[in-house]
């Protein structure tokens, strides 16, 4: 029964998750914590095995971004309770370490409520986030396995990455996905409108919203060349290297607190977040948690956190034994 599940999951996965729609079977619930985080509950109605939490990258969507909701629904249809979190600072392209701390009352919040630890799937900065707080002593005993999808090692140097695409045009198209999407996450998240014409900054906002599925190529390039081709940003990013917490934002120092399994699964072609970072997460939790079965799993089944669907039997093979713990148990 569990690989008849996991064989569903996967391949409402890599048919595309943003297509995922409603369910008869799967409730969907709007709840708070005490605090006044928001968070949707995905739940099939006769069956729950197991309950996951799962958090976005640096999305305005926060947990209603639309690969976030069919993600959480696939779950749900195979009988696994998804929590999805909205996160003010991610949400709204900040780097707030309030976010862990709201993070930790969701995971205590459903551990609690199910009776037993929970897992946590997390995406791009999520997945460092939610690395963070699964080592927190008060966290760790409500966790079950962490499993990642392009998670961070070290946030400053995710930033000083940044600093040379924040500069000036392109070399060619190849750079316009990512370095368009860090320019506008940066703006939205500094909220200074005097750095775009007024009419620009509905515009931005759409295209944040929409980014991976709503807009083609030539409207990004469009709008970059319009209005950010000339535009130096490298002087926000520096700023944020100066005065983010980037040590308590990042897993880097911190995972001797953990009391379960990792999974990192990682874009080995990653540009968003280097695999670099993946290897040394890897390297950090076989020496200071290295109790448990981690995992380390390159794929080219993604980018960075969006699946693709490639015709690659094995790298699917690969990515769904990876994923097996969330339908199978923890201890897969």
């Given amino acids: 029964m569990d690989l008849f599940r996991l064989s569903s999951l996967m391949a409402r996965l890599t ?21 006044g985080t928001v968070f949707d509950v995905y739940r099939h109605r006769r069956r729950n095995t197991a309950t996951w939490i799962a958090i976005p990258g640096m999305t305005i969507n926060g947990g209603r971004d639309g ?21 003010e600072g991610l949400a709204g392209c900040r780097w707030d370490v309030r976010d862990l701390d709201e993070l930790s009352h969701v995971v205590m919040q459903a551990a609690d409520e199910s009776g037993q630890p929970v897992g946590l799937v997390g995406f791009s900065f999520g997945g460092s986030y939610m690395l963070r707080v ?18 961070y090692h070290d946030l400053s140097a995710i930033f000083e990455g ?59 390039r469009r709008f970059f060349n319009l209005h950010l081709k000339n535009l130096d940003l490298s002087w926000m990013v520096q700023e944020l290297i100066d005065k983010v917490d980037c040590r308590s934002l990042s897993p880097a120092g911190s995972l001797s607190g953990l009391r379960c399994p990792v999974t990192l699964i990682h874009d080995q072609n990653d540009t968003a ?43 699917i093979v690969k990515l769904a034994r990876a994923l097996s713990p969330i339908v199978g148990g923890f201890s897969n």
């Fill in 15 to 35: 048919w595309g998750v943003s297509r995922i729609g409603p369910h008869p079977m799967v409730g969907e619930r709007c709840r708070h914590t005490a605090g």
């Fill in 67 to 87: 690969r976030l909701v069919g993600f959480a629904r696939a779950l749900a249809r195979s009988g696994v309770t998804c929590v999805v979190p909205t996160l």
């Fill in 134 to 151: 699964a080592a927190r002593e008060e966290v760790a005993g409500c966790v079950g396995r962490v499993i990642t999808f392009g998670a």
């Fill in 162 to 220: 940044y600093l040379p695409s924040m500069r000036g045009g392109l070399r060619d198209d190849s750079e316009l996905e990512d370095t368009l999407y860090r320019r506008l996450a940066v703006l939205y998240g500094r909220g200074d409108r005097s750095l775009l014409p007024r009419e620009a900054w509905g515009e931005l906002e759409s295209l944040l919203k929409g980014y991976c599925c709503d807009f083609s190529f030539e409207e990004k």
């Fill in 273 to 315: 977040v280097p695999p670099v970072h993946a290897h040394a997460l890897f390297s950090e939790l076989q020496r200071d948690a290295g109790a448990y079965a981690h995992k380390l799993v390159l794929t080219t089944l993604l980018s960075h956190v969006t699946p693709t669907n490639p015709l690659n039997v094995r790298e």
